[in-house]
């Protein structure tokens, strides 16, 4: 499947169950990126919204990219009516943002650049970029071993999803963010962002990943059935485990 496409079907999941970003992953950027209030930032693979949304609210200028049509309308529709005139969506892919030569202060890429051609994007955003301004790439990078519920849920992909091993960012090494960055140059901080989820939490957030059984198909109940068995097991309260290492790598490129 086209990974410009791959998610239209699980827009409404993504946004409803997709994790946020802790506060001090942003403190940590802002610092880093030398950005202030005013500044002007491309979020490429913006997807629907969910670091642009952040971004606004740093009072910064936001040029959020997105391929995807379905994605895209989703990220408008939550922007904030007093924030729109910081906004400007662009349907446009990494590759090729259609932004302006040294336009931005900054490129941000949250829990995207995976599906990038890397050197394609690495070009695309120098081009981009004032002579100062940096490349972040951010993932929330869920524990898978953490815990008896995480190791579980893990092999549930595995059993469930065929593609799951090829379209992960956990795929990406060392040697991918040397290649990517100039002189091989970046700093990489991370920190902790913790998630007890509902049932309907975690059958939602595992629908909005585009590699498990798509929903109205017969493997999506199955995958459904086991995901409440073994929610079952391990429920706390009503409630489950889902932790995350909310993870920065920035540089320039």
Not at 52 to 67: D, I, W
Not at 91 to 109: C, F, M, P, Q, Y
Not at 131 to 151: C, E, K
């Amino acid at each position: 499947m086209d990974s410009k496409t791959r998610f239209s079907n699980r827009v409404q999941d993504y946004v409803k169950f997709r994790p946020s970003y802790p506060p001090a992953l942003i403190e940590a950027w802002l610092r880093l990126a030398g950005v202030k209030a005013g500044d002007r930032v491309a979020d490429v693979g913006a997807g629907t919204g969910i670091f642009t949304r952040l971004l606004l609210e740093q009072g910064l200028e936001v040029l959020a990219v997105e391929p995807n049509d379905d994605m895209r309308l989703a990220a408008e529709q939550a922007v904030s009516p007093l924030q729109l005139d910081r906004f400007r969506s662009v349907a446009a892919s990494a590759e090729e943002t259609t932004i302006g030569d040294a336009e931005v202060d900054a490129v941000v890429s949250a829990q995207a650049f995976h599906w990038f051609d890397p050197a394609l994007a690495r070009a695309e955003f120098a081009r981009i970029l004032k002579p100062s301004g940096t490349v972040a790439l951010i993932w929330n990078t869920r524990d898978a071993s953490g815990n008896r519920f995480a190791v579980e849920y893990e092999a549930l992909l595995h059993a469930f999803s065929p593609d799951y091993e090829n379209v992960g960012h956990r795929r990406l090494t060392p040697g991918d963010f040397e290649a990517f960055f100039a002189n091989g140059a970046y700093e990489r901080v991370a920190y902790v962002n913790e998630q007890w989820i509902s049932l309907p939490e975690l059958i939602g957030r595992a629908s909005s990943s585009s590699y498990t059984p798509a929903s109205g198909t017969e493997a999506h109940v199955l995958f459904t059935q086991a995901l409440t068995t073994l929610f079952t097991t391990h429920e706390q309260q009503g409630r489950v485990p889902f932790h995350y290492l909310a993870e920065l790598y920035i540089g320039r490129v």
